[in-house]
């Protein structure tokens, strides 16, 4: 069981430049989410999804786009990427009501 | 809204002490509340839980109880190990939602 798959592990990109996270899980989990990971400032919720074709915005969506057409994948889109975005950034997962997430090793972006 | 308050690390123990990592939390209703734990390189992974409260949750040696009166889910373990350096946060989130809001972490690192 492959449980939550993040790629790429590690990105470079130049302001404004245009990437796509991918996430895909193996467990037929309903809901599906995104966390940015910042010193001193713990997890936020970017954005969410409760099932294929729902999705919904978390704490901090600004600068971030998502799509959820298959259970099994959730992509997280920088549409021009700034110096702000430079973060970890984590996939989650969850069978539906189950409180209990199962996180991706994660994804280390740097803005320059 | 809701929010999490963790004391601040990071901490550093000696082998075989006893643990203490504080986790306050403000919310309506009566969420449900977790552990987490972050491995050096890793993503996060569920330590425990509890879903109301006196309800103790507990793994690997470490407990936490579920205080409504004091709006607390403090992280105890008797006597600490070299592999138990890592992150800790505590969160919490509205039943049936999914969504988990976090503290800040808490770096924890064990001294032989």
């Known amino acids: 069981n492959a449980g939550v798959t993040q790629t790429p592990k590690f990105q470079v990109l130049k302001t404004g430049q245009s990437m796509t996270l991918q996430c895909a899980q193996d467990m037929n989990h309903e809901y599906m989410s995104w966390y940015r990971q910042d010193p001193g400032m713990g997890l936020r919720l970017i954005h969410y999804s409760v099932g294929a074709g729902i999705t919904d915005q978390g704490e901090v969506p600004n600068g971030y786009n998502v799509s959820r057409s298959t259970t099994e994948d959730f992509p997280l889109r920088l549409l021009s990427a700034a110096p702000s975005q430079t973060s970890v950034y984590f996939c989650a997962s969850s069978p539906p009501g189950a409180n209990v997430l199962t996180f991706g090793a994660g994804s280390r972006l740097t803005v320059l | 809204g809701n929010s999490v308050t963790q004391m601040e690390g990071p901490v550093t123990l000696s082998e075989e002490a006893f643990l203490t990592i504080n986790c306050t939390y403000t919310?309506?209703?009566?969420?449900?509340l977790f552990w987490y734990v972050q491995y050096p390189g890793e993503g996060l992974q569920l330590l425990l839980k509890a879903t109301k409260a006196d309800d103790k949750g507990s793994n690997k040696g470490f407990e936490a109880t579920y205080r409504k009166e004091t709006t607390s889910f403090h992280l105890e373990k008797g006597s600490v190990q070299v592999s138990d350096s890592a992150v800790y946060f505590c969160?919490?989130?509205?039943?049936?939602?999914?969504?988990?809001?976090f503290g800040t972490g808490t770096r924890l690192t064990i001294i032989p």
């Open positions: 919310a309506t209703g009566y969420p449900s």
């Open positions: 969160a919490l989130s509205d039943v049936p939602n999914e969504k988990l809001t």
